[in-house]
């Protein structure tokens, strides 16, 4: 658990916000629940209800953390079953987030044909330039451009007539070797050659905290992405609204520094016998 008296006071709250949404649910009227005997197992939930109990505990973090700020969910698929994508969209999830390239499609046809157009699809994994092909006009938006040299590449190939692909640029605030990104001193004027490709729409930064990172290191870097974002709109001229920080681990110090996306896992899609609240 993160500390912080910030984050207690949040964790205090949520369990009030959380129990006024799920009131209605419980005393719908009209349906009486049959009595069980006291020594019966409680059957799991449902997977689509499960998930959305879920996404509505970290929806309800998400507003103590930070009241009236909209930060979309993008749950990253390859935690999901592809026979359970179809519940997940139901439960609420309008945004989808996809790690790999060649399981796009597959992914995409699990859905039914009435859910397919119903979502937002992210790629939020590694992007090399052999897979663009596959990536290129089928992702809302690509979280992971990480150098200069890709994003000549996704420009070269973006179709001149078609929308152009947004865009954000993967930031490596921490330095760390195992992760690819530009580093703080070289963000500014890439950010600029990048913003006059034709083909793209830059409109903000990614960035990963360590996977080791107590809470106060991990907001030091959400905190310091927040800050070269506000350093490049000042230097472009023009907006950066979205900033994709966060994922199952630190959503919430991401958050209380301004994320207005982020990334989860494994708190929406862990098993059911492994569930706990969080």
Known sequence: PWGGPRLHYIEEKIEEKIEEKMKGKRSTPGRRRSPTP???????PDWQGLLAERLARVRARVDAASPGQAVAIVAAV???????????????????????????????EALPPELRDAVA?????????????????????????DSLRLAEAIAQRVTPDGPPQRVLLQVNVAGEASKSGFAPAELPEAAERIAQLPGLALEG??????????EGAARAVFRQTRQLRDGLEQRLGKPLPRLSMGMSRDYLPAVLEGATIIRLGSVLFRPAENDTHG
Request: glycine share 6%; net charge negative; proline share 5%.
């Open 38 to 44: 006291m020594d019966a197992p409680t059957p799991l």
């Open 78 to 108: 390859k935690y999901c079953a592809p026979e359970q994508l179809a519940d997940a969209v139901r439960a609420g999830l309008a945004a989808l987030g996809e790690n790999r390239a060649q399981d796009f499609a597959a992914h995409r």
């Open 121 to 145: 699809w992210h790629f939020i994994g590694h992007l090399q330039t052999n897979k663009l092909n596959k990536v290129l006009g089928a992702f809302d938006l690509l979280h992971g451009v």
């Open 205 to 214: 930064l990614m960035a990963m905290a360590p996977a080791d990172a107590d």
